[in-house]
């Protein structure tokens, strides 16, 4: 079975604050993918990477940042958290096709 | 740009009967497609797929029907069960999967 972690299931911040959300996936998957999910509009990609030390900007990459050190473990990072960046914050990692998805994040930015 | 597109946000139908959900698409590069369910405070998890050699993709209560000339997909359950209940997204990338697209998700109600 494929197993997607993430560091948080719930998170607190206030205006300002750097936030880091970790993923880790367990199948030695090459390609991993932050999306955030928001009523009404369903999964927008922020940021990919397909290897190590790669990154590829995705639909809404403004106000985020990412880094993969090693090839199980994605971040996302929020350098200055906003309001509007309050949101359920979703990982998943794909071989092919079929993404397999974390549990998620729920960031709530005050 | 929605490239994938559910127009029905919610769905309810009674246990028991066939609950169909539907996902229309506009990129004519799309070749594989996907449907997700997710429940609250889940992430996704991966239904059924098809790719668009196919034009029907069963799996035990789900099949998945694509019509590549109208660019729509639909998702199928029989019988429908309140377990069923959850949104459902539906997702469609071209042969490289780093640029799949979600739909906006139907909420689906399955009452007892």
């Known amino acids: 079975d494929v197993k997607v972690t993430q560091s948080s299931r719930y998170l607190v911040k206030r205006t300002g604050e750097k936030v880091f959300l970790e993923c880790v996936q367990d199948m030695d998957h090459e390609n991993m993918f932050w999306y955030r999910q928001d009523p009404g509009l369903g999964l927008r990609l922020i940021y990919f990477?397909?290897?190590?030390?790669?990154?590829e900007k995705g639909d809404i990459p403004e106000g985020y940042s990412v880094s993969r050190e090693k090839k199980e473990r994605f971040s996302l990072i929020l350098e200055s958290a906003s309001t509007n960046q309050t949101s359920m914050y979703l990982c998943a990692s794909s071989l092919w096709e079929t993404q397999y998805f974390g549990p998620g994040t729920r960031l709530l930015v005050l | 740009d929605q490239q994938v597109k559910q127009n029905s946000p919610s769905l309810s139908v009674q246990e028991g009967r066939i609950s169909i959900l539907n996902c229309d698409y506009t990129n004519s590069m799309f070749d594989y497609f996907l449907w997700y369910k997710k429940y609250p405070a889940e992430g996704p998890t991966f239904l059924i797929s098809?790719?668009?050699?196919?034009d029907k993709n069963e799996d035990g209560r789900f099949t998945v029907f694509l019509n590549k000339s109208a660019k729509h997909l639909s998702l199928h359950i029989v019988p429908s069960q309140p377990g069923d209940s959850a949104v459902y997204f539906c997702?469609?990338?071209?042969?490289?999967?780093?640029?799949?697209?979600f739909g906006a998700g139907t909420r689906l109600t399955v009452k007892p």
């Open positions: 098809i790719s668009s050699i196919k």
């Open positions: 990477s397909y290897d190590v030390k790669m990154k």
């Open positions: 997702a469609a990338s071209p042969i490289n999967n780093n640029d799949m697209r």
